[in-house]
């Protein structure tokens, strides 16, 4: 087959094989999902579109579409356990809003429990102070922004838990795809602040689930 | 000589000639300020050396050295007229101090009352708001911010007034001089912000004198 | 619902809400419109194609569109009032329009009389100077400019009245998408001008209406 | 007094205040330390030249230097706590030892156990295997590597824990002062990775042991 | 004609001409195509569609296409010998295979025999170590990766092989089109290890054809 | 001997051999010197330091040294021939001179009459136009500049002669080290101009040479 | 209008308005050239689209297109003259003919006689030197190329003509839309190279034209 | 110890431990090839300055020190074997011959005959062709040049043997430090060439050397 099924990664390093979508058609979408199915692996496929989805519901038809996380879920066992602590999503605006449910799906996928703090960006900082407590009260956050990239700073200088930043591509002109955002997010003058690569939900939310899920 | 002083500047543009002294030798600083203070105009050199002032006051005998701001300032009349409004100068760490006062002193010269309000950076973001009565009734804001530049962003979300923000170069590695920092200003989501080139306090204030002495 | 309106904002920062249209589905503009529309609340939405406006004349049928400058618009008073002062729009060329415009809408969207001067770049410097009177006239100056981003220094060093330069991404090759006029106008050796994003004609408007209007 | 100490920052952040030397006088290191001792607060002052100890040793006489860390240490109880879980640091080569040791001695201030597993950089990856039952074993695993960045990628695919990437400035020419790097493990194959400023190793010590200190 | 054939190039540089069909009309490329056949020339086309394809088709019948490859070949003669000594093309994952297929079909059109290793990148080591030996029983091996580019490095300090790097323009954000893959190869740690443009499978296995073919 | 003197350039460019002095030692430059002198060329070397010239003086003992255009020149014969046209060398600021007089130096070395215009910057555009006529009479015009580069437009949309451009490396923050000023000029709204590297005024001085003696 | 002909431009800077089509609508091109018809001016528009063409066509019937040089040329009087010396127009690949098009197009509306010498690139420089004679007669020579650039070095070294060297975007990766080609031929180590923008075919004729008519 | 010497890495990569000098001290430079001294294995240090050598001689007496080429060499066995057929190394101009020495250091280290083909750059070609011979016989090319790098497009051009492209850091201005050379070379038109790190000379030996002794 043109590509090959890492059965072993979950057990090797907590986190199973996941499809990325863009770069494949939909035909090979639709075959990986079918052998995952038959193989009993439980499917999460990223940056998919509605088309693509349809696609793998003919052969995985209890399978499930996140418009706006851009992901498709399938699990074999609907009674799966959640952790009991969970993972913050924090995102500055509407437009920042893929990127955080793609984390959010990623994260509830991998077993864990979920909250999401939206809306709260820092030209109207009083909107996170007053959601402050339920994000103090995470065991990770992970912090979406884009255009300035300001929130995981601030964010940072008022909690005492482990901040993973996800800078979004959201902005236009010199904000050049997000690099202005992942530059301001490396330079953050809080402490206990890290990040991923630009528009990486998915990412931020493999390390938090890893950082979640340590006993 | 060298260098001809445009004395018609002041009318012209609202801000005489000032001596940017860096690719000066000591030598040419001294000379320019002796005509300046024989011609009866009022000195400001920036970017100065203590060298540099030592030279300069074997001319002019009762100039002064604000040693952070690296500026040498002489004025003919001592009981010079200043604003009654105020340039609020808000800065986010110790390490952008010598911008903040550069700013500061040009805005004295240039005939303006000043408010400092310093170190309040967002990672500790209780401090900004102790102070925030004072950063509200100013009616034009400089903010000086290194690092992730988060800081104007902040500021322009509570305020119903101009933010000049001035990115400064002190951070290290993915700060690239400063550009992270003018990079993220510029792509602030606080509307009425505007933002001059890395370090230039003097820019700032000019620009924040003529607003602020607006009739 | 998806997005909540500031209502706070004006009061707070001095600049209401607007609707930045990009990365929205016509039909949550439309319900935006709405929303404001029943509420009291002024409308001013950017970047906006006619399709879009159509969607929102459904809902509120007396908006107005500006094509060139791709705003919607609509006042609940037709008597508004507009400051004695105006805020002077010079743009270089014919290209530079749309940003312009963007700037031109929102400045009399926030009650600011409006003086174009347009295509006067600084290749035809002539056209410029039989101009020069109405712009040292404005109490605040907005310069629109692509391609090598000189005209704001060639207006900075004629006028006494603060410069937002605005740069556009109007041109080719090593322009780099605006990235060039942007950075030689942070680097525009005449004093008293401060800068925007790229295209970002409304930040312009935003800033300049609030040094127009101080009292 | 120059400088203020945020006495809370360890309460509300987990972290306490440290001094970063860069950019400060010797004087003032020496002040700062002066007064973190007589409050009874631990002091950690990192980026420390050797000039810049002795100063601080005539104050604080007790204060050890850590000269490749380049960090200055002293805690007021000699008896501290430390955590039974251990911080890996794993480092590439012999040149990104300062940052590796930055880190240590960081992750110990903050009382973390920690083993360093160093010179295993992928050009010779049979020196990584020979280590890797101590690098899985941690609790959560810094890596930090320069040149290509490389071994955040290799480590992430064999082990189940957060790994925090930390790209140092190690190379030449299109190295770019660890830009390299820093894109490198920004754009890693591996799932659970996060990254931080290149050569800071404070920053990954601050939120490893915000991980490692998880209840 | 609208392009000259150079076909003295074979003899001086070892390598024929080929047609580059970005940029060019179908019916440019057939018409260079028949121009080939018809003065007993051997033909390669890259980065060719299938619509491409299929007017070639139409003047030169026994033409094949590689879909994944992008390559259109034609040879007069079939039984063509083939070097003993292999070039082995690893790549690191599905994403890069388009560009390791070109290499392949250029270096077979070479005359080289080829050994493909797919689907082995440093996320999962493991894969890499399996096929170990047949990559260190080549002459020279051609390595493909995008992302964080580090198979080369991993590879190179396995064999004792000249080792061509091809980075891929595979991945997103802090990617950079492949600027980042190109980056890290080329501060590769492991010796004996050169780079070719982004996505440039070609130029890879022309170079490697000259070494595979030197007496 | 370490560096071959190319004899013939001069017959076939236009150009003689210049010794480049950086990246030599001021024993390798007397000894290229020395060679040229008894081979009976004249002598030009650029950037060259005072101590630099002291050597070679010791062997050519009539040459001369221009401090600010960092130039040693000796010729042959004294009564040289010069053009009847001149090119006009135009910089912006005083600290442009270096490069503006390494242009000059340059041409009038290669036989061409020179006439300087400096210090009419932008900023303070009545300068320029005080100055246009000697610079319209000139065969081409040099313009040196700095910060945003803009002289050579504004110049350019007055003369119908061609404008060769020299960006300076003079500014900070923004400035890049002399890329905005390039980027500038290369997106020059003016036709009729082409640019050099920056501080590259021995190259434009070449050009405008070749111009300027064109029959 | 929405445009104003700056018909002094002729007389002032050598060169006459210049339709520039990309951003303007078909119908504003077409009534620009109706009115400049109208008033006895010559029309050039460059890149121009065969839609365009049509559109102008309907009110300027004598009008031509150039597709490769995507041009549009009309001329009130066919017998003009032509200048005695000539512009050679040397080009390093097919791809590039586009840029070396609108060179050769734009040289000739402004009255030059014109010599292509094309698909001499550096990787085959034998057919540079059979070409040599007519480029060395050229009284300016305008050198565009793509890729690293390099043919206007080798040219540039072979020739006492000035050298206009334009580079073009062909190339892929590395390359960064021609930016690689730009900054190599701004490097080049031969004397007496000056560079326009990206693509710019019309500017290095521009400059040419007013090269080559100098009395 | 601080350094672990990688015995086994002549065996696995046909490349034996080098000691890279810098961020290395003088005493752990002479510690490291003391014991390698001892071990009896064959040393070459790289970038080495002349302080070093010194430091080294003290306890490895016969070891030798080439100031250009800034290398320490030292052989346990004088009658060592030399490769029949050479490596040609290349070098445009006399600026890039530290990187040029370096590489040929390196070869004949590694046991390789090499023959020096320096000064022949493309702006004067003619000094190429006069040794085209010489480099056509050998079994692999090494090209070396700074500035716009053009040398390895035209000695690919010429040759059927593989060529080893080094872009020198040789250059001011829009050189940035060898990137515009290294971008170039990335983007020859001349197929059968790779490219190693900006002044890798050692680097590219490497791999020449690996080719050169192929059997
Ligand atoms: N949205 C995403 N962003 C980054 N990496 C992803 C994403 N979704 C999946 N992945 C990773 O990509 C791998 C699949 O890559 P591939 O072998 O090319 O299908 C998965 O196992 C994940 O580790
Ligand atoms: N610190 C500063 N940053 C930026 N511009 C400055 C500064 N200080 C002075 N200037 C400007 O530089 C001009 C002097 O430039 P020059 O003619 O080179 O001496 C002054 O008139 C100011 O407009
Ligand atoms: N995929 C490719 N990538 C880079 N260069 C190529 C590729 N395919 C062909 N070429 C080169 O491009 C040349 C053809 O260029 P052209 O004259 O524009 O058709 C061929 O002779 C090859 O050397
Ligand atoms: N292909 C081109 N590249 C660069 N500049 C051009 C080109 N064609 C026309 N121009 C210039 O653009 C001007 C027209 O600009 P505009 O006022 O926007 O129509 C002309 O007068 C020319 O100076
Ligand atoms: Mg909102
Ligand atoms: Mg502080
Ligand atoms: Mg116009
Ligand atoms: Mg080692
Ligand atoms: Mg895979
Ligand atoms: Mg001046
Ligand atoms: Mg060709
Ligand atoms: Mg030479």
Known sequence: GFARIDSARQARTGIPEVIYTPGKTKEQVRQIAERMYKSGIDILATRASEEVFMHVREVVPEVTFNKMARTIVFHHHSNREETKDYIAIVAAGTSDL??????????????????????????????????????????VIIVVAGMEGALPSVVGGLVNKPVIAVPTSVGYGANLGGITALLAMLNSCAAGISVVNIDNGFGAACQASLINQLK
């Open 98 to 139: 893929p990127v955080a449910e793609e984390a959010a799906e990623t994260a509830r996928f991998l077993g864990n429990k979920v909250e999401r703090i939206y809306d709260v960006g820092v030209a109207g900082i009083h909107r996170l102070f007053s959601k402050i407590e339920g994000i103090r009260e995470a065991r």
